[in-house]
């Protein structure tokens, strides 16, 4: 998948003009950058959710926009920022609704459709849940529905924009493992926005790094993340070290500097 020459923009502010990317298959890519520097609007566009104002969005060698709604529905699979679920609707109805684009009038609901729809939810951790309201669930089991719905639309091409919202440290953890069981285990492209870099450096295998809707940098994280990337990007200094579980970067950023006395000594904390 690649965008080429996209302009984006809600109507009168533009985010981004002249913006080419390009998502290498069967990678795990994640999009960082601060806050409105139009990642999730990128994202938007790849998923034919945003219509570009110039530019084309490019999948297997065809402009999405001519690609039937079904078919695109088949291919690509897509975890919105925030999404709202009918009232009244149970997690197992709502996980199953991921199975809609491979329904048709020759192709009813299967047992595959019940196979699927169950590892999705057992991937997820939300087996447990089936029988419970979406709206009665915390907002972490919420999110986690939700992926397990993406899940199980099974398409070769996942994007998740902010994945991990609303997930405590360990259930942000779990949801991007799973990801990159996802893409090395059954050969998935991957596309996520997040916002922590350390989380992106960790499970990216290409890091897309944007500001000012503009991409400053894109490569193997390995390769890219430097301190210099991350002033540049974030306006954050930092160091850059080995993540001593992965080998991957790990930013720290720079210590707080204390004022100091008149007499040249450190203030005190109070």
Known sequence: MRGSGLTLAYERRTIAE???VAIPDRSFTVIVGPNACGKSTLLRALSRMLKPAAGRVLLDGQDIASLPAKRLA????????????????????????????HQGLLRQWSEEDERVVRESM???????????????????QRQ?????????QRTPLL???????????????????????LHEEQGRTLVAVLHDLNHAARYATHLIAMRDGRVVAEGAPS??????????????????????ETGTPLVV???????????GAADPVR
């Open 74 to 101: 088949r291919t690509l699979g897509l975890l919105p920022q925030t999404s709202i679920a009918p009232d009244g609707i149970t997690v197992a109805d709502l996980v199953s609704r991921g199975r809609y684009p």
């Open 122 to 140: 057992a991937d997820t951790g939300v087996a447990q849940l089936a029988d419970r309201y979406v709206d009665e669930l915390s907002g972490g």
């Open 223 to 244: 390769e890219i993340v430097t301190a210099e990337l991350v002033e540049e990007v974030f306006r954050l200094p930092c160091r850059v070290i080995d993540d001593p």
């Open 18 to 20: 002249d913006l080419s």
């Open 159 to 181: 994007l998740l924009d902010e994945p991990t919202t609303y997930l405590d440290i360990a259930h942000q953890i779990e949801v991007l493992d799973l990801c990159a069981r």
């Open 253 to 263: 950023p720079a210590a707080r500097r204390r004022a100091e006395s008149p007499t």
């Open 144 to 152: 986690r529905v939700w992926i397990a719905m993406a899940l199980a």
